[in-house]
């Protein structure tokens, strides 16, 4: 089956630092999104991403948070200067059609460690 | 707004055993509902999902799961459990007048003991 895959696994940085968090998605798929599992706590949707743009984002995603879809294989999630409550695990996901029933398929995460 | 709720933290069931992974949800309209499940180091699988139709639905390694919308409930179950079950399942819902946004409940551990 094919898979979304995501780079680094584990990412380490200081507070203040710009990150950049890279997935590739399966190929054929038209919607992306980010999502973020802080330990021990539930999965929080962050940002949908479609032909270019945004669709959708939540409160988590302010003006830090950027994405970008940078040579049509790549999605990115860049944070410009993180802050100590920003580690987590953070998920790519993408979805063929984005119809409202259609299943994600997601990466293994990177790990977010900010000290 | 749309939620989930899923009330235990952990399960704990014998091999062979059935089994139940709680969860309700909260929508403005109807739902469409999913369950997803989380190996080790692994990013969330898609196991199955609700949308119309059938309350019982029946979706990957033998997993199925019911709506109930009186009780705006959509319990994962399986008949017999297996010691490869055991991992971390998220039960999802997205408003079916809403946009992209599912939203996920925060995991249940499911253990399954030899």
């Known amino acids: 089956e094919p898979e979304v895959t995501q780079t680094p696994s584990h990412q380490v940085t200081q507070m203040g630092q710009e990150v950049i968090l890279r997935c590739v998605p399966i190929s054929n798929h038209l919607y992306f999104y980010w999502y973020r599992q802080i330990l021990g706590q539930k999965v929080e949707f962050l940002v949908s991403f479609y032909n270019n743009e945004i669709s959708e984002k939540s409160e988590i995603f302010d003006d830090q948070f950027s994405v970008e879809r940078p040579d049509g294989s790549n999605f990115t999630l860049k944070i410009r200067s993180t802050k100590l409550e920003d580690s987590a695990m953070y998920f790519c996901?993408?979805?063929?059609?984005?119809?409202?029933?259609?299943?994600?398929?997601f990466g293994s995460g990177t790990q977010l460690s900010v000290l | 707004a749309q939620s989930v709720a899923q009330p235990e933290d952990q399960v704990n069931v014998a091999e062979g055993n059935p089994l139940t992974v709680k969860c309700t949800y909260s929508v403005s309209g109807n739902p469409y509902l999913f369950w997803y499940v989380q190996y080790p180091n692994r990013g969330l699988q898609f196991l199955l999902k609700y949308i119309t139709g059938d309350n019982l639905v029946k979706g990957s390694y033998g997993f199925e799961a019911e709506f109930n919308k009186s009780q705006t409930s959509f319990h994962l179950k399986k008949p017999s459990a297996l010691v490869s079950d055991s991992a971390l399942y998220f039960c999802?819902?997205?408003?079916?007048?809403?946009?992209?946004?599912?939203?996920f409940g925060t995991g249940t551990k499911l253990q399954v003991i030899p």
């Open positions: 996901a993408s979805s063929a059609q984005g119809q409202l029933n259609e299943k994600l398929f």
């Open positions: 999802a819902v997205r408003d079916k007048g809403g946009y992209q946004k599912v939203t």
